[in-house]
């Protein structure tokens, strides 16, 4: 499973992509796991992709530790992954053949990835406002040849952003009940290969507002966030 995407976010903090290539087996042999990771594995072991992300993204997790010792991932109630033995903020994504891991010293972190497809157009409109809706706008690079015929390459991708950073920001909060629609509105932005987005979220009656980014990877959308926001 070779790194195909790294990252130095801060000093710190770093984000890495590897694409699974290796067996399910292959990847267990480079784990240490306790009886409980054992039986999660087992209860899905038949789901080859999943089996896959879940061995896959603890993997790329051991790498970017750089440790041979047991590594103690556990989930919380709100389904966030956290390390019961070290100091690091970490946060996990995976689509299809690649898995994404983000880990921080310094504070929460949210990683998400997905492959851009023209799915996301049949449900828009439930995670964005009206205002966030109306500045997806025009992708002035390069159109790749292996796209779907007959999509529109521009507006796939600015929603595929604006999802993703909503799904980073999201998952950097870890504690759940932030409505996608309303809860996090982005501020207006003009897509490009790679940028940054700023957000307003509504956080425990408060109004915060967030820095995060995006970027498009091999027919992907990547995006993170991190660190701690200043109320406004």
């Not at 042999?29 to 209860?43: T, W, Y």
């Not at 709100?78 to 310094?106: G, Q, T």
């Not at 996608?180 to 290969?193: A, C, D, H, Y």
């Amino acid at each position: 499973m070779p790194i195909v995407f790294r990252k130095n976010i801060a000093p710190g903090t770093e984000l890495s992509i590897w694409k699974i290539a290796e067996s399910a087996e292959q990847l267990y042999s480079k784990l240490q796991l306790d009886e409980r990771e054992r039986a999660v594995f087992d209860s899905f072991k038949n789901q080859h992709k999943r089996s896959l992300h879940w061995l896959g993204s603890r993997v790329l997790l051991r790498t970017l530790l750089k440790t041979d010792k047991y590594i103690n991932l556990k989930i919380d109630e709100h389904r966030k992954p956290y390390l019961a033995n070290l100091p690091h903020h970490i946060s996990i994504s995976h689509s299809h053949d690649y898995a994404a891991v983000m880990v921080s010293l310094d504070g929460p972190v949210g990683v998400d990835i997905e492959e851009i497809n023209p799915k996301i157009e049949k449900v828009a409109a439930r995670f964005l406002l009206p205002d966030e809706l109306s500045f997806i706008g025009p992708w002035k690079q390069r159109e790749p040849a292996s796209f779907p015929t007959g999509s529109d390459r521009a507006k796939l991708t600015h929603l595929y952003a604006c999802w993703s950073v909503k799904e980073a920001i999201y998952k950097w909060y870890g504690k759940g009940g932030l409505a996608f629609q309303g809860g996090i509105v982005l501020n207006p932005f003009q897509l490009e290969p790679a940028g940054r987005v700023t957000a307003r979220v509504h956080l425990e009656g408060e109004w915060i507002e967030i820095v995060a980014y995006y970027q498009e990877f091999n027919g992907y959308m990547l995006a993170w966030c991190y660190g701690r926001p200043a109320q406004t």
